[in-house]
């Protein structure tokens, strides 16, 4: 993508702020105007830092593409060179026969120093002055087993379009195929020497073959320093439909390995036990918010706080702070004007300095949502939707909205695409959840109940779909089934019926079965006062979580 300064948000490098939009940098109090070229080529490098940058996309993104000599290139990192050291803010590296790859130097906050403006800061906890460096990933060409020259287009076009996909995700960063694109010709396959030669932790591998009437891509996502496979993956479609082969398998595709390395490295960031950066902070948000029970809610918010604190300008950061906060508003907190205005307020910022980055909208799509507010997260949804058909959450977030404003088939499609591409348990259990939502706006009961005993066929204890459940034997005249998966709840200890009140209010808003639903919980929550249940208490954290069938 072009680099346009007026476009494009403030950041820190070291000690220097970097002003793209008027052409500054400010340091130790002095400020210095560089030429639009130069600024240019940092942004570009500071876009992919810890990545090598090549020639031609430096030409591609700074140059729009027009022919320019390698001196007029060369003068410019020289300029940033001199920049950096004089600072010692960053370096930048020269990959012989390759490009450029901008090392950003990190700095540490004075002993003491906060981790979130005016909270404590954290035992052991070191505060990093930078976003971060996510995991690499190198895309090599797709190789063509079946021989024929048509198949060659193909997976060409995979590799591509795949490098394209994974590109909108902020969760890893993806080599340009400018720089991977002739390591195969060149019969350089080692993926080993792949992952030392250009940096990276992952290394994707993949085929193309014919199988009968149908084409098939095979994959393998290979951790570079250990050469151990953590994921495969195989997908056909039938050749009559080539047409439409490729975008369907590429988003299926993107969305299956975006899952395994978000998941890999989600266990990596929680075993890490101090000096994070922003970028794992989020992470670390991301896996609080698989559990959704108060404690692991606000530890999400806590980090994305956190990650917002170490690097302010981060556009991830600022998303993730904005999604963590609405949704323990949703879940937890009662009506609050006050909240739900702090909310919007982040939101608003996140979009203000991530207007074009996916997850930056999606969040703050869900942000709108969970504070009542679907239709102004509708821009910023769909704008995510036409950017990263294949991001998974994009579709999550959308069935949500959509379901709140009661565009019921649009939200039952989002979650069937959310489905597809975010395969694993845990998933499963949230899509079907707001499925049954969804159906009983509609008021489709009995498939909305066969939902909800999907889930618990996999966790009889799921939180949500017991009491969503129980809430339809009611008004079903199923008084007995109701009382006996209520009961529980009921005595739990953990939950109130005015909270109930409240997210339920929240989650059937603009519905026209909103009071039958209240009326159901609220005469549930009465009938059972006197009931005992004969189980041992529950433990809120063994419960929320699905277990894998088998």
Not at 62 to 72: F, H, L, N, P
Not at 192 to 204: K, P
Not at 241 to 249: K, T
Request: hydrophobic share 45%.
């Amino acid at each position: 993508m072009t680099v346009d300064l007026a476009r494009e948000a403030d950041f820190r490098l070291g000690e220097i702020l970097v002003r793209p939009s008027i052409r500054q940098i400010e340091a130790k109090g002095e400020t210095e105007t560089l030429e639009p070229r130069v600024l240019q080529v940092l942004v570009a490098l500071r876009r992919r830092a810890g990545q090598v940058v090549s020639r031609d996309e430096l030409v591609e993104t700074c140059w729009e593409g027009r022919s320019v000599s390698d001196d007029a290139i060369q003068r410019c990192i020289s300029r940033l060179r001199k920049l950096g050291g004089a600072h010692e803010a960053f370096e930048i590296e020269t990959i012989p026969r390759v490009g450029y790859r901008l090392v950003a130097a990190v700095a540490e906050a004075a002993p003491g120093q906060p981790a979130v403006p005016g909270q404590p800061a954290v035992p052991g906890q070191t505060v990093l002055a930078g976003e971060g460096e996510p995991p690499s990933l190198a895309v090599l060409p797709f190789t063509n087993r079946s021989g024929l020259p048509e198949d060659e287009v193909f997976a060409d076009g995979m590799m591509e379009d795949v490098i394209d996909a994974l590109s909108n995700y902020p969760h890893w960063r993806v080599l340009g195929s400018a720089v991977t694109g002739g390591l195969r010709r060149n019969g350089e396959a080692d993926l080993a020497a792949v992952g030392r030669q250009y940096g990276v932790a992952y290394v994707l591998d993949g085929n193309v073959r014919r199988s009968g009437e149908d084409l098939r891509v095979t994959a393998q996502l290979i951790e570079a320093a250990t050469g151990a496979v953590i994921w495969s993956g195989r997908f056909e479609r039938p050749l009559s439909q080539l047409a439409l082969l490729q975008e369907e398998m590429v988003v299926e595709f993107s969305g299956a390995l975006g899952m395994e390395i978000h998941v890999a490295e989600m266990q990596r960031t929680l075993k890490k036990p101090d000096n994070l950066t922003a970028w794992e902070c989020c992470t670390r948000a991301m896996a609080a918010m698989r559990q959704p029970d108060p404690a692991s809610m606000m530890r999400a918010v806590e980090e994305a706080s956190r990650a917002v604190a170490i690097a302010p300008d981060y556009p991830a950061a600022a998303g993730m702070l904005a999604a963590t906060s609405s949704l323990v508003y949703f879940l937890f907190t009662p009506d609050n004007p006050e909240e739900v205005q702090r909310i919007r307020g982040l939101a608003d910022r996140a979009l203000a300095i991530g207007q074009d980055h996916p997850f930056v909208l999606v969040n703050a799509a869900g942000a709108f949502t969970n504070i009542g507010a679907p239709q102004d997260g509708l821009a910023p949804l769909e704008r995510a939707r036409r950017k990263a058909p294949g991001l998974g959450p994009v579709h999550f977030v959308g069935a949500g909205t959509y379901s709140l404003l009661d565009r019921v088939e649009e939200a039952l499609a989002c979650l069937d695409e959310a489905e597809r591409l975010m395969p694993a348990p845990y998933m499963l259990a949230y899509i079907n959840e707001w499925r049954a939502a969804a159906l009983i706006r509609a008021g489709r009961w009995s498939e909305a109940e066969a939902c909800l005993d999907q889930n618990l066929a996999v966790n009889p204890m799921q939180l949500t779909s017991a009491i969503v459940k129980s809430i339809l034997c009611w008004l079903g005249q199923r008084r007995e089934e109701a009382h006996r998966l209520f009961t529980p709840w009921r005595h739990s200890g953990f939950l109130q019926l005015g909270q109930l009140e409240t997210f339920y209010s929240r989650l059937f808003a603009g519905s026209r079965h909103k009071d039958d639903v209240l009326a159901a919980l609220r005469a549930l929550w009465t009938e059972t006062s006197g009931a005992t249940d004969p189980r041992p208490r529950l433990q809120l954290g063994n419960v929320l979580q699905p277990r894998r069938a088998g």
